[in-house]
């Protein structure tokens, strides 16, 4: 069973930066083919905010282009969610998620098959 752990949430003041981390158990390409980022706010809907392919093409949802970076370390099995700028809208608990099927769309979530457990970002002053 795949297995993807997150880090690096936490209470941050607006126009600070944040990285988040996940961890991937399986192998790229075999046990999995894209991860993305999702966030999900109180009484929102889960959304995708950006994707990294098997051939390290990146997808960013338009609400995030310019100010998220998605990248991966594949020696530490690890893909990494650069957030800078925070603004107390991305406030917001961010899951990774892996698909067992070769995607290139950071959307919808239902087209990834295993999820982290999600960590907690908190934008304020």
């Known amino acids: 069973q795949l297995q993807l752990v997150e880090s690096g949430g936490g209470l941050v003041q607006p126009g600070g930066s944040l990285r988040l981390s996940c961890v991937v158990s399986?192998?790229?390409?075999?046990?999995?083919?894209?991860i993305g980022w999702f966030r999900q706010a109180p009484g929102k809907e889960r959304e995708g905010v950006a994707c990294i392919t098997l051939g390290d093409g990146t997808n960013y949802a338009d609400s995030v282009k310019g100010r998220f970076t998605i990248s991966r370390d594949s020696g530490k099995n690890t893909v990494y969610l650069q957030i800078d700028n925070l603004v107390p809208e991305d406030t917001a608990v961010y899951y990774c998620?892996?698909?067992?099927?070769?995607?290139?769309?950071?959307?919808?979530?239902?087209?990834?098959?295993?999820w982290g457990q999600g960590t907690q970002v908190t934008v304020s002053s």
């Open positions: 399986g192998r790229i390409g075999d046990d999995y083919y894209t």
């Open positions: 998620a892996a698909s067992d099927v070769p995607i290139v769309l950071v959307n919808p979530p239902e087209a990834y098959a295993y």
